[in-house]
């Protein structure tokens, strides 16, 4: 990935010899973790009765899963904002693309069962569509939905990102071109003629792989692999930002033109992270529909990508832990706030963006650090 640029100065640089994927008590943690998703969290589901103190509730379940997909799109956050300087306002776009490819499969898989008793999904016969479009010639394939689960938003953001960054579009500018990206496609999902079920979007899912959604097995079986999913991301985060790839993207973060000026092409590097970031938020949006039974336009409003900023900006930048933390404390908020002072929620949460900027820069991780004098 190291491309001189042309005509730039030859100038030899020693990059830091990167540290250990984790330390020993960042291992400990990690295995903590596997543990409860793959153990804890099922036998408290599953096999301990509901009336126990101990019982894990279907809800509980839920709301983790869905928490869980929102932590995959903050740790894709962080890649961008935190280790590369880049401000996406348009992240909740990639999230609903992956979550619109695995909803055109879940439509395909209720089958007869719908309304109308029609092999076309239920509002296309409402509409009077006489045949599926183009667009979901392979929506009836589970492996061609896991391929364009990942091509889709890696595509667009490719795309999108080359002619950005190529226009070396920085900083506001940037953000204001991304959210408005995610408008742009949020208004072109609202129309029905688009066949993606207009406002309404998806929803009334029964089966995935001809097995039953609505069962309790069913549910911690999608919890356990939301789970593993975001445990992956996250070790292969931290590996990509101790290597020397991840060097150079918070060498560009810190100052892009003496990285050009040291013989690199700061495009490649911006790209790829740019689109495995993408492909994150798509993968989170796949699992998260099957989980909360709906996907619908309102997922690429501008105000769920500010959302995800927020959650890494709370837990802490650059720390890959944070962002994960950001999202359980502000979304476990919002649960609990929505139910209780529904009418403040947003208040709240504008309250606290501004807290956390001016007062805590670092976010909560930044803040147990200072406490802690400073140790990892």
């Known amino acids: 990935m190291n491309t001189p640029v042309a005509g730039a100065p030859r100038v030899t640089t020693t990059l830091p010899t990167p540290g250990p994927l984790l330390t020993r008590g960042g291992w400990s943690a990690f295995l903590v973790a596997l543990l409860t998703v793959c153990a804890v969290a099922p036998t408290l589901n599953l096999l301990v009765p509901t009336g126990s103190a101990l019982h894990l509730s279907d809800y509980a379940v839920a709301l983790c899963a869905k928490i869980m997909c929102y932590a995959i799109c903050a740790l894709a956050m962080d890649l961008i904002w935190g280790y590369t300087g880049i401000l996406s306002l348009g992240h909740g776009l990639f ?170 092409s700061p495009l490649g590097y911006k790209l790829t992270i740019w689109t495995i970031s993408a492909v994150m938020c798509g993968v989170a949006g796949a699992l998260y529909v099957p989980q909360v039974g709906i996907i619908n336009p309102s997922e690429m409003s501008p105000a769920n990508s500010i959302e995800i900023a927020i959650w890494a900006a709370v837990g802490g930048r650059a720390t890959l832990i944070g962002p994960v933390v950001g999202a359980f404390i502000v979304n476990g908020a919002k649960s609990w706030l929505t139910v209780v002072y529904p009418e403040f929620w947003l208040y709240f949460l504008g309250a606290l963006f501004i807290g956390v900027t001016l007062f805590l820069p670092q976010g909560v991780v930044g803040l147990v650090k200072k406490v802690r004098g400073g140790k990892a």
């Open 95 to 264: 999230f609903a693309l992956g979550g619109y490819a695995m909803g055109m499969y879940l439509m395909r898989q209720i089958g007869l069962d719908g309304n109308y008793k029609s092999l076309l999904p239920d509002f296309m016969v409402f509409l009077d569509w006489k045949t599926l479009p183009w667009h979901w010639t392979f929506s009836d394939s589970f492996i061609a939905t896991l391929l364009l689960i990942v091509l889709v938003p890696g595509v667009v953001a490719l795309v999108f990102g080359y002619f950005a960054f190529r226009s070396r579009i920085k900083g506001v500018y940037f953000s204001i071109i991304t959210q408005a990206l995610t408008f742009a496609a949020m208004l072109l999902f609202f129309r029905n003629e688009t066949g993606f079920g207009g406002n309404n979007g998806f929803t009334d899912f029964k089966r995935i792989l001809n097995l039953p959604l609505a069962t309790p097995l069913m549910r911690m079986t999608l919890f356990v692999l939301t789970g593993l999913t975001l445990l992956g991301f996250y070790l292969f985060a931290r590996w990509l930002m101790a290597s020397k790839f991840g060097r150079v993207l918070q060498a560009i973060r810190d100052a892009e033109t003496r990285v050009m000026f040291c013989g690199y």
